[in-house]
């Protein structure tokens, strides 16, 4: 896999890369900005929202995140905050359907090494 950003890519520069990659249904595209050790928290609660760990691991969780739908996800906002982490603003809009969320980032070495969710109830 080629690394799709140099190692000391901007922490924003990195989330936005990876947001423009989710907009673009490119999951490869996804993968390619995480570490191979990548820890992910869903925003999702109970058992759809467990931490998952690893490239592979991530691959089979979101790939359904990638089959063809009508649903949007919008970045609001992204913002840097110390120790290498980005927060990112985000609507999930689905018809009527709006959930609202916050993921916090943390880029190692020009890559995503840990994504954690959380959503307005």
Known sequence: MTDPLPSDADPITVAEAFAAAWDAQDLEA???LVTDDCAFESARPGA??????????LRQVWAPSFEPSSATM??????AAEGG???QLW???DGDRVVRGVDVLRVRDGRICEKLGYVKA
Request: no cysteine; proline share 4%; aromatic share 8%.
């Open 30 to 32: 996804v993968l390619a």
């Open 48 to 57: 759809n929202g467990p931490r998952v760990e690893g490239r592979e691991a």
């Open 74 to 79: 919008e970045t609001e906002s992204t913002f």
């Open 85 to 87: 982490r980005v927060v």
């Open 91 to 93: 609507r999930f809009v």
